[in-house]
């Protein structure tokens, strides 16, 4: 079993800072990439951040210059450092990875249970 547990959400005032740890565990072969989506009431799910196992980021346009995403392999833990944060930032935060468990031949889209992130102006 894999299993993803992100931790770090909580209530900030706009302009604060907050960051997410999401950790890997479980039968872990490889993790590819991971990320950060969000999802706000009534909207999608969008991605806020992504990380290559050699450290190749993406970013969506919302996040640029106020989020950093960063991954600790060894852990098996990607974090989300956001700056800046704005009310239209409130959502909730989830954690996805690309694993491939031991004893498979393919990989497979894991995601945390989400943790709730509010900012309030």
């Known amino acids: 079993q894999v299993q993803l547990v992100e931790s770090g959400g909580g209530l900030v005032q706009a302009g604060g800072s907050l960051r997410l740890s999401c950790a890997a565990s479980g039968s872990i072969f490889s993790i590819n990439v991971m990320g950060w989506y969000r999802q706000a009431p009534g909207k999608q799910r969008e991605l806020v951040a992504a990380?290559?196992?050699?450290?190749?980021?993406n970013y969506a346009d919302s996040g640029k210059g106020r989020f950093t995403i960063s991954r600790d392999n060894a852990k098996n833990t990607v974090y989300l450092q956001m700056n800046s944060l704005k009310p239209e930032d409130t959502a909730v935060y989830y954690c996805n990875a690309l694993i491939t468990p031991r004893a498979a031949t393919t990989s497979y889209d894991y995601w945390g249970q989400g943790t709730q992130v509010t900012v309030s102006s």
């Open positions: 990380i290559t196992g050699v450290g190749s980021v």
